[in-house]
């Protein structure tokens, strides 16, 4: 006997029109009320009347069921996605879904941000004090060595053709040297692995030596700036108080010269809410900026001091701005929506397909490593997974496990949302932070990002469908289109 999964969530976007998503896989589909009605009188379960609907309508009942729109008695979809994690269990420790490092590469910083999370990471991290307590603050090249060689043998070991290396820390660019020197000793391409540059900068000392140096080893640069001129300096001074705008102008535009691959990353707080405009996008665009990743302030009152109503209708506003200026405006509150149009899986898949990254890089992807060679899943994360040069060990440790097993549908605080199977939450180290465990949610970001999930649904919802192939009685008469791909 078929039934209607309790996954399913509908919205209706009027004119005989409606989005529906089952709420662990994804499958996307736009439905007509045609299709809708179908799909309820299964959830009746009138026996004869649904005999007749398979007569009738079996075509679109076969597409029904075969995204998990309709499930037989007995499918236990919740089952078939606790598979997938102990699945996920059986392979991490040998390290099967790492793929990047995000390298520490210098624990000093010549900014002073108001919201800095390193700041507020290495107070509730003893292992970090201790690591931040030597007068080393910049990463050697003996340690950047070990760690690429350590990460490049898991990597093969997996059978894994790339490794992306991303220069992180405090402030990367105060230790360019040993940047050099790894971009000199491992190339584009080390021990049968491509290598993939890219670093997060306060964009105070990009010169145009180095701007080159990037475009020939194609980096993928961010940008941390925060609005135009004061917009920016209130929430970015330098350590001695001055702003640093002009500063980061003056990198941004020997990137831009050198024709470097580059985005923004901007934090919006209460201090720069009112500030952050359309001249922003401008800017972005005029440098041919493809993407901003527009990030919400952590620390400090903002959540609770500004409207969500006045948070969502800003997003939503600059969201709309920067696509009519080929800008991607993405950030945290972007990726339950990116999951949800992308991700699928069908009676004949043994797997949820995620075309886009997998989960949070903190959860398996990447390993943080600072100077002293301690390993941490991020900078933002003050858990201490263990030491470059036991590798291996790590590995093997619960806390590694905990970490990578923070995914999709694997977090009780999230059971029964309508974004459960693609959203994460909000950044790890937030929620380590305010409760001493990764695996709670902080609900102030909750109905934020189910809102602008589905202000994004509705707005996007004009993107060009394909109908699935149906039989002549897939519908009811005059409706053809009861069932499309988003």
């Not at 800003?314 to 969201?319: M, N, R």
Request: negative net charge; contains cysteine.
């Amino acid at each position: 006997m078929l039934k209607k999964s309790e996954f399913i969530k509908v919205i209706d976007l009027g004119d005989d029109r409606f989005l529906a998503y089952h709420t662990l896989f994804g499958n996307l589909r736009s439905l007509n009320s045609g299709a809708i009605d179908i799909l309820d009188r299964f959830k009746r379960n009138h026996e004869q009347d649904i005999y007749r609907l398979l007569s009738d309508h079996g075509r679109l009942i076969d597409d029904l069921k075969e995204i998990y729109f309709l499930i037989d008695e007995g499918t236990d979809e919740r089952e078939l996605v606790r598979q997938e994690i102990e699945l996920r269990k059986r392979v991490l420790k040998a390290g099967f879904y790492i793929g990047g490092l995000q390298l520490s590469i210098s624990d000093a910083c010549n900014f002073q941000c108001v919201y800095c999370f390193a700041d507020s990471t290495d107070k509730r991290s003893p292992e970090r004090q201790k690591a931040g307590s030597s007068k080393r603050k910049l990463m050697s090249f003996p340690t950047a060595a070990k760690t690429i060689d350590n990460t490049l043998r898991i990597v093969k070991q997996n059978r894994g053709d790339s490794l992306v290396v991303k220069f992180f820390g405090r402030e990367p660019m105060l230790n360019w040297k040993t940047i050099t020197r790894i971009l000199e000793a491992y190339g584009r391409r080390a021990d049968g692995v491509d290598i993939y540059y890219s670093i997060t900068s306060n964009g105070s000392l990009i010169s145009p030596e180095v701007a080159e140096l990037m475009k020939e080893y194609e980096f993928q640069v961010t940008i941390s700036i925060d609005g135009l001129g004061a917009a920016n300096d209130i929430n970015r001074p330098q350590a001695g108080g001055n702003g640093s705008f002009a500063l980061i102008d003056k990198s941004l535009k020997n990137l831009y010269r050198h024709q470097v691959n580059f985005d923004f990353s901007a934090v919006i707080s209460d201090r720069n809410f009112a500030a952050l405009d359309y001249d922003f996008i401008d800017y972005a665009a005029a440098l041919e900026v493809k993407e901003i990743k527009l990030l919400f302030a952590m620390q400090g009152k903002y959540l609770e001091a500004a409207n969500t109503e006045e948070i969502i209708g800003k997003v939503i506003d600059l969201y709309k701005y920067a696509k009519i200026r080929d800008i991607a405006l993405t950030g945290y509150w972007y990726n339950p929506f990116s999951q949800l149009v992308t991700a699928s899986k069908t009676i004949h898949q043994q797997h949820i397909v995620r075309p886009v990254q997998d989960s949070c890089a903190a959860t398996g992807f990447q390993l943080s490593v600072e100077p002293s060679g301690d390993i941490f899943p991020c900078r933002a994360m003050a858990l201490h997974l263990g030491h470059i040069s036991e590798l291996n060990k790590m590995l093997m440790s619960d806390n590694y496990e905990r970490v990578v097993q923070r995914t999709y549908a694997n977090v009780s605080d999230c059971f029964g949302c309508e974004i459960e199977g693609f959203c994460q939450g909000e950044c790890l180290g937030n929620c380590e932070e305010l409760f001493g465990d990764f695996y709670r949610v902080d609900r102030r970001f909750c109905d934020i990002y189910k809102r602008l999930v589905y202000e994004l649904l509705i707005l996007e919802a004009s993107t060009a469908v394909d109908p699935l192939p149906m039989s002549e009685k897939s519908s009811p008469a005059g409706q053809n289109e009861a069932l499309n791909v988003l």
